[in-house]
C-alpha cells in the first residue's frame, strides 16, 4: 500500500538540512555550540549504548539522552511492546473509563517502593516535580518548599523555584516561595522547619550537577525531622530512579529511607514515549482527590496514555528478567574502580565519585609547576574549561560522547545506558587515558584547543 506521508522518504530527501533547519527554526544556540566544539555531527542509527554515522564508525553513549535511554536504544522487548500497543488499535484516552494499563504499571512500579500507594502518570520529568509540589502544598496546608543548594529539578516555572543555580532562575522571577539549604545540613533544615511554614524537602539522593552524594545518615536524619515538623520528605528519581544507582531507587541505598513522595520519569520511557511518574502515599492522594467534585484537580491530557504505559511495562519488565539492577551494580563498580586507579596517575584528576553507572570525574589542580601554569590560565578564564577540553578529545578522536556536569564545574558526568558491557567500560577508560596522557604532556593539540576556549570564554564576557 502506498501511503501518503513517507516518512523515509521524507528523511532521505531533508534530513541533511538538520542543522540549518534547527538553526532557522529551533533554538539557534544549539547548532552554534555545536559548531563551535565540533560535536554538529551526523549520527544515523543507534543501538544500545552506540550510535553510528554515515560511515559506520561507531560512538559510544556515556550520556544516555540525559538518562532517558536507561535500557539503551531500540530495546527490542520494548519497542516490540510499542508496535503491539499501536497494532491493538486500544480506545485509549476517552477520559471517561478506567483503562488497564495505567492501573497495571502503577501497580508493577509501587512494588518497588512498598510504603507508597498512589501514582499520578504525567508526561516528562519536570511534571512529575511540579505535581509532587503541588500535592505536598495541599496536603500539608503549607506554601513553601525547601530544597538543596546546586539542585536541579525540571525548568518549569514551579521546578524552577527549586532550581539550585541563578543561571537557571535569573531572569524569570517572581517564583515560588522557595528557601534552599546544603545538601547534608541538619541544622538549617531544623533552622527552617521550626518556622512553620514548610510543605517539604525536595531532594535528589545523588545531585546531578556535579554527581554529589547526600551524605551517609542525611536523608534518614531529614526524614525524622521533616515528621517531626509535619512536613513531608519528596525524593527526585528522575535521573537516580530506576537502577541508575545500582539500586531501584537512589534513596533505598540508605534502611530506613521512606519519602512521602517520589518523582520518576526519563528511564521509564524506554527512550520512546515521554513520561513522568509521581508515586505517593494514600493519604496525600486522598486529601488532594477528596470529592467528586475535584477528580480532575490535577490531571493531564496525555497523562497515562498507552504508548507511555506499554513502554514502562516493558521497560521494568526487562529490568527484572535481565535483571538491571544487579547488572548496573558490578559494571559500575568496575567503572570507578577503574577510574580511581587513575587518580595516582593524573595530577589533573583529583576524585571519582558517584554510585552505580551515575559517575562524576573532577579535575583540580595539578601540583607540577608545568602544569599549574597552564591550569590556572583556564581557571582564569572561566572555570570548567578544562573539563570541556576533556569532552571535546574523547568525541572527536575516541567518539565517546559525555558531558560537563553543569556551568563553571570542572566535572564530567557519566550516565551511560545501563546495559553498558565490560568491553564499553575497557574502550572508556582507554580513550580518557589517551585524552589524560595528552593533558598532562603540557603540550600539543590539547592545550591548543584550550587556548582557542579560553579566547572565547574571554569574548563572551
Ligand atoms: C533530578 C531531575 N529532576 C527533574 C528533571 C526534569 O526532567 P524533564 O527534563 O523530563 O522535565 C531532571 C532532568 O534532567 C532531573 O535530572
Not at 61 to 80: E, I, N, T, Y
Not at 292 to 303: E, I, N, P, T, Y
Not at 308 to 322: I, R
Request: aromatic share 8%; proline share 4%.
Amino acid at each position: 500500500m502506498t501511503s501518503e506521508f513517507d516518512l523515509g522518504a521524507l528523511l532521505a530527501e531533508r534530513g541533511a538540512e538538520r542543522y540549518e533547519l534547527h538553526t532557522k527554526y529551533l533554538n539557534p544556540q544549539l547548532p552554534r555550540m555545536l559548531h563551535t566544539i565540533g560535536f554538529d555531527k551526523v549520527y544515523e542509527r543507534a543501538e544500545g549504548a552506540h550510535f553510528f554515522d554515515a560511515d559506520g564508525n561507531d560512538y559510544l553513549d556515556m550520556l544516555a539522552g540525559f538518562g532517558v535511554m536507561g535500557l539503551g536504544r531500540h530495546h527490542p522487548v520494548v519497542r516490540k511492546a510499542l508496535h503491539d500497543v499501536l497494532d491493538l488499535d486500544l480506545a485509549d484516552l476517552t477520559r471517561f473509563d478506567c483503562q488497564p494499563l495505567p492501573g497495571l504499571l502503577a501497580e508493577r512500579l509501587l512494588t518497588h517502593s512498598p510504603h507508597l500507594d498512589r501514582v499520578f502518570f504525567g508526561n516528562s520529568g519536570t511534571e512529575a516535580v511540579e505535581t509532587a509540589l503541588k500535592f505536598a502544598r495541599y496536603a500539608t496546608g503549607r506554601p513553601r518548599v525547601l530544597y538543596c543548594e546546586h539542585a536541579f529539578h525540571g525548568l518549569t516555572t514551579g521546578s524552577l523555584s527549586v532550581n539550585g543555580e541563578s543561571g537557571f532562575r535569573d531572569g524569570f522571577a517572581p517564583l515560588l516561595p522557595d528557601t534552599a539549604v546544603a545538601l547534608g545540613d541538619l541544622d538549617a533544615l531544623a533552622r527552617e522547619l521550626r518556622k512553620g511554614d514548610v510543605a517539604a524537602l525536595i531532594v535528589e539522593p545523588i545531585q546531578g550537577k556535579g554527581v554529589h552524594e547526600a551524605p551517609p545518615g542525611y536523608l534518614r536524619a531529614a526524614q525524622e525531622l521533616l515528621r517531626q515538623h509535619k512536613a513531608l520528605l519528596i525524593a527526585d528519581e528522575v535521573q537516580t530512579g530506576l537502577g541508575r544507582t545500582g539500586d531501584f531507587y537512589a534513596y533505598q541505598h540508605e534502611d530506613g529511607v521512606e519519602p512521602d513522595l517520589v518523582c520518576v520519569a526519563k528511564a521509564l520511557s524506554g527512550g520512546y514515549v515521554p513520561v513522568g511518574a509521581t508515586l505517593g502515599k494514600d493519604w496525600i492522594f486522598k486529601k488532594v482527590y477528596s470529592s467528586m467534585d475535584r477528580v480532575l484537580v490535577h490531571s493531564a491530557s496525555f497523562g497515562a496514555n498507552a504508548q507511555a504505559m506499554a513502554c514502562g511495562l516493558a521497560v521494568l519488565s526487562v529490568m527484572e528478567n535481565e535483571q538491571i539492577v544487579a547488572g548496573v551494580r558490578t559494571t559500575g563498580e568496575l567503572l570507578k574502580s577503574r577510574l580511581t586507579e587513575l587518580i595516582d596517575t593524573y595530577e589533573l584528576l583529583s576524585d571519582v565519585r558517584g554510585r552505580g553507572l551515575m559517575i562524576g570525574i573532577e579535575f583540580g589542580k595539578p601540583s607540577s609547576l608545568k602544569l599549574r601554569g597552564r591550569w590556572a590560565m583556564l581557571q582564569a578564564a572561566r572555570k570548567g574549561l578544562f573539563a570541556q577540553m576533556v569532552v571535546v578529545p574523547l568525541l572527536q578522536r575516541h567518539r565517546i560522547l559525555t558531558q560537563v556536569s553543569g556551568d563553571h564545574l570542572e566535572v564530567i558526568k557519566l550516565i551511560p545506558p545501563l546495559v553498558f558491557g565490560e568491553a564499553d567500560v575497557d574502550r572508556f577508560i582507554e580513550g580518557f587515558a589517551a585524552v589524560m596522557d595528552d593533558a598532562h604532556s603540557g603540550g600539543g593539540l590539547m592545550w591548543d584547543f584550550g587556548k582557542t576556549l579560553i579566547k572565547q570564554a574571554v569574548a563572551n564576557r
